[in-house]
């Protein structure tokens, strides 16, 4: 199933280098957690392989905005954030994922909202994703 040449959908076999802790599935999307880095880097996915935005079907439209929201409010519950950000830029693999991220609390005003503050809060990547999983 899927494009055997994508990356994204090696990672919903469980294979391939983005494999992270999984959150969420469903028959339209997938969650998961970034593998390594700062608590709270999470990326929201189609199952089916789709390169954008556009393309999406009004239900994995529907599915998506209602796992980001609810993801949202996980991150928001589960970590000091100022923010919880989303964006969509598809330019680096073909196959639609939303990144989800956390504003850390205490991040030097300096960062733009799509920096990585280095100094992020770190720890148990494995045990965020499971309680997150909660919220979905
Ligand atoms: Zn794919």
């Not at 990672?11 to 709270?40: C, T």
């Amino acid at each position: 199933m899927g494009d055997a040449s994508c990356v994204i959908c090696q990672k919903h076999r469980r294979e391939g280098p983005l494999v992270g802790p999984l959150i969420y599935q469903d028959a339209l999307n997938s969650v998961a957690h970034r593998a390594a880095g700062s608590l709270g880097y999470v990326f929201v996915e189609t199952q089916r392989h789709v390169p954008s935005l556009y393309q999406l079907t009004d239900a994995e439209a529907e599915a998506v905005g209602r796992t980001t929201a609810r993801l949202a409010r996980g991150l928001y519950s589960e970590l000091e954030v100022e923010h919880v950000h989303s964006m969509v830029a598809g330019l680096g693999v073909a196959h639609f994922h939303q990144h989800v991220f956390v504003r850390h609390a205490g991040t030097p005003s300096g960062y733009q909202w799509w920096e990585q503050w280095p100094a992020a809060p770190r720890g148990d990547i494995e045990r965020l994703a499971y309680r997150l999983g909660g919220y979905l």
